[in-house]
């Protein structure tokens, strides 16, 4: 998969960008504050139908401007030029070669990217949610079943919740809810523990190749569904539900712990082992991809020298150059810097100053 | 309108304005069914001809007219006006659900057939009546949902297709 044409208008900080593209790997170089992560962001945008870096789409529009578009030529089993157009007050619109997509959620599963940026630490330090919207989103992508579950079983739950907020609890109501929900719930638990079984060697190879040490990585997937079925939780958790007035069994309450050597990486890690993880974690996503839907994602590395450390950086080139990834984006404050790892990965390459 | 009403005789403009007051003023709820009627029972409850032991479920008085238009249905109607919605306030007491219990506990019941939207609200009303009537051993079926008549298999969503697929009928001579 790759991108040949990128046009961004009024994306974030550029007005009027446009980048022609025939090389492997794409090095954006330019200092603080030209906006090379945006480029990064709307190639991301692109692919999934939103931002990676800002929480909405309204960000992402510049200031005073009415409207922000992102145009992208993919090749990717044919050639697709993908029209994304942002506007204030008005829904997201995708374009697939032209033709109007009904949902954005109809554009999942073609177009992949995997992001490695810094502020990916709070996949390690920030709350369970993280974790769940980082495997939800992979999950979706790659089957829709899962996504269509998914976005189900957030209604039923905020419907169940509106129920045991309200004055009169009809149990019967619950249960009608519980009903839709059980199928649901199997299926998406199923699924996050199929993946987390999928992950954790390719976690624990990636990480062999960027890491020194010896250290073993797990991840533990603390669901109230490994051991009961989800009309047993609901059962244990009746009183509780009815005392916090909202739902506490479900997916929506798993854990996600990522673990080093049997201890919780985000206590006991260090700096270092924390920032190999990542990458690890981010790699062992690509692969993912690559197996299921037999594609090669977009990789984009956003200031992988700067925040990352050099050292992992220059780990990650040889896995980069030893694997076989398809385009890669990466992004730098230095021109020098970036140019020597593009000519070390062996590919070919371009630069773009901002 | 008020141009063109001026424009035409009299008196069928008056007559017009009679039709409007007679249906304003005439035009009720059924007492029994909740469908729009012009008398204390609808056409439909009151006719001998239709079979009282069978109760189709809808949302909406239009979902009876396109029931109706199709004259395969020969039972009565349970018109729900709305259907159950908790995040938006709305629970079984405030759409017709107590007033279809109470019919089935009156009247001699053998089955119901849910004929509501297939939303999330749609299923969940449907799954709440099937857990309350079946307790009171009546039974309870549901539309069948699936590929649409003319639809082309590539253009039918995924979830239809599935639910086709999975309540597929064999084919008889």
Redesign the interface.
């Known amino acids: 998969m790759k991108i040949t044409k990128l046009n961004l208008n009024f994306f974030k900080n550029h007005d009027a960008l446009r980048i022609d593209i025939d090389s492997d790997i794409v090095g954006i170089y330019g200092l603080n504050g030209k906006g090379k992560t945006n480029v990064l962001d709307a190639i991301h945008f692109l692919c999934v139908g939103k931002s990676y870096f800002s929480g909405t789409d309204i960000q992402c529009i510049q200031h005073e401007a009415e409207a922000a578009g992102i145009i992208g030529i993919f090749e990717a089993e044919g050639t697709w030029e993908v029209k994304l157009v942002l506007q204030r007050g008005k829904r997201k619109k995708i374009e697939k070669n032209g033709k109007a997509l009904p949902r954005v959620l109809d554009h999942l599963g073609q177009f992949f990217s995997v992001v490695i940026a810094p502020g990916d630490i709070e996949l390690i330090y920030g709350a369970n949610e993280k974790r769940r919207s980082f495997i939800d989103q992979m999950l979706s992508q790659t089957d829709?079943?899962y996504l269509?579950h998914l976005v189900?079983y957030k209604?039923?739950i905020?419907?169940?919740n509106?129920?045991l907020k309200?004055d009169?609890i009809?149990q019967?109501?619950i249960?009608?809810?519980d009903?839709?929900i059980t199928p649901a719930v199997k299926y998406l638990h199923s699924k996050r523990q199929e993946l987390f079984q999928f992950l954790i060697p390719l976690i624990q190879r990636f990480y062999d190749q960027l890491s020194k040490g010896r250290e073993e990585i797990g991840v533990d997937y603390i669901s109230g569904l490994n051991d009961s079925s989800y009309d047993e939780l609901t059962h244990q958790n009746r009183r509780k539900d009815l005392a916090l007035q909202r739902s506490n069994s479900g997916v929506h309450k798993d854990e996600i712990d990522f673990v080093i050597d049997g201890q919780a990486l985000k206590k006991y890690g260090s700096q270092g082992q924390i920032k190999s993880f990542l990458i690890a974690l981010k790699l062992a996503e690509y692969q993912y991809y690559v197996e299921t839907m037999k594609v090669k994602p977009l990789l984009l590395l956003d200031d992988i020298f700067e925040k990352i450390d050099t050292e992992r950086a220059l780990a990650l080139t040889e896995v980069i150059k030893n694997a076989n990834f398809g385009q890669i984006f990466i992004s730098d404050t230095e021109q020098e810097r970036i140019e020597k790892f593009c000519k070390a990965t062996e590919h070919s390459y371009q630069l773009e100053a901002l | 309108m008020v141009l063109n009403l001026l424009k035409r005789p009299e008196g069928e403009t008056l007559e017009l304005a009679r039709a409007l007051e007679r249906m304003r003023l005439d035009i009720r709820f059924c007492e029994q069914c909740f469908n729009l009627s012009d008398d204390h029972l609808c056409s439909v409850c009151k006719s001998p001809s239709r079979d009282e032991h069978t109760i189709c479920i809808v949302k909406d008085f239009q979902d009876v007219i396109a029931i109706e238009n199709t004259a395969q249905y020969n039972g009565q109607y349970h018109v729900l006006g709305g259907l159950i919605s908790p995040v938006e306030g709305i629970g079984p007491q405030d759409i017709k659900i107590p007033q279809l219990i109470d019919r089935i506990k009156e009247k001699e019941v053998n089955e119901i057939i849910l004929a509501l939207s297939s939303t999330m609200e749609g299923d969940t009303t449907e799954f709440y009546i099937a857990r309350k009537v079946t307790e009171m051993g009546v039974k309870v079926s549901t539309l069948s949902k699936g590929i649409s008549v003319g639809g082309e298999l590539e253009y039918t969503d995924e979830i239809s297709l599935a639910r086709s697929i999975k309540n597929r009928i064999e084919m008889k001579d």
């Open positions: 829709k079943t269509q189900k209604k039923l905020e419907q169940r509106a129920v309200s009169y009809d019967a109501l249960q009608a809810l009903d839709q």
